[in-house]
């Protein structure tokens, strides 16, 4: 009863490397979403994709970049991380049935520390 | 761009008390309004949705009401557990959006 699962867990990086973050979710769902969260302020999202081959810009885009080569998973990259893209990212999905009105289901987030 | 507010920021009852969480949001064209709950170190639950063309929604001591007009949404729990303890979060679905606009949340802590 896996859900969703975020690899890695914690990664600390130093400015100008670059990383893949991997959710996973073993439910079916035509909808991902990856959202950054900071202290203080709410869950911002950064890309989603409404379904296999397909991405889109959310909120803060900027030096991330998506792809969703399979159903099931949605790869978050940076190219090149920045201090200002310390945070914790959560990926979440939900199902595309009943118009919309579906919950989103969260996987624990990966913690990322740029120095 | 839609605002959504939960206040307040942080709130201690003791155990057994009933308690009112508060969300506002700025722009009434809303799909549906969600709220999830968060421990920490750990991803947000989802605890019920209120689609917009409905008032309330309930699951066990959990209560939720949605009023469009005013803006406004409350989370009813009732007699409080330690358990509850955690940052509850309300976010909401903009009519023709595909992305949820969240609050910051709001910390509980039920004391036994």
């Known amino acids: 009863n896996a859900g969703v699962t975020q690899t890695p867990k914690f990664r600390v990086l130093k400015t100008g490397q670059s990383m893949t973050l991997l959710c996973a979710q073993d439910m079916n769902h035509e909808y991902m979403y990856w959202y950054r969260q900071d202290p203080g302020m709410g869950l911002r999202l950064i890309h989603y994709s409404v379904g296999e081959g397909t991405t889109a810009k959310g909120e803060v885009p900027d030096g991330y970049n998506v792809s969703r080569l399979k159903k099931q998973n949605f790869l978050l990259g940076l190219e090149s991380a920045a201090p200002s893209q310390t945070s914790v990212y959560f990926c979440?999905?939900?199902?595309?049935?009943?118009?919309?009105?579906?919950?989103?289901?969260f996987g624990d987030g990966t913690r990322l520390s740029i120095l | 761009k839609q605002e959504v507010t939960q206040i307040p920021a942080a709130l201690s009852v003791p155990e057994g008390e009933n308690l009112v969480l508060n969300c506002s949001f700025t722009?009434?064209?809303?799909?549906?309004l969600q709220w999830f709950r968060q421990d920490p170190g750990k991803g947000l639950t989802s605890l019920l949705l209120?689609?917009?063309?409905?008032r309330e929604q309930t699951s066990g001591r959990l209560n939720a009401s949605l009023d469009k007009s005013s803006g406004r949404s409350t989370l009813y729990i009732a007699a409080s557990q330690p358990g509850d303890s955690a940052t509850y979060l309300c976010a909401v679905s903009q009519t023709g959006a595909n992305n949820l606009f969240f609050g910051t949340g709001t910390r509980l802590t039920v004391i036994p």
């Open positions: 209120i689609q917009s063309s409905q």
């Open positions: 722009d009434s064209a809303i799909y549906n």
């Open positions: 979440a999905s939900r199902s595309g049935l009943a118009g919309g009105n579906q919950p989103q289901h």
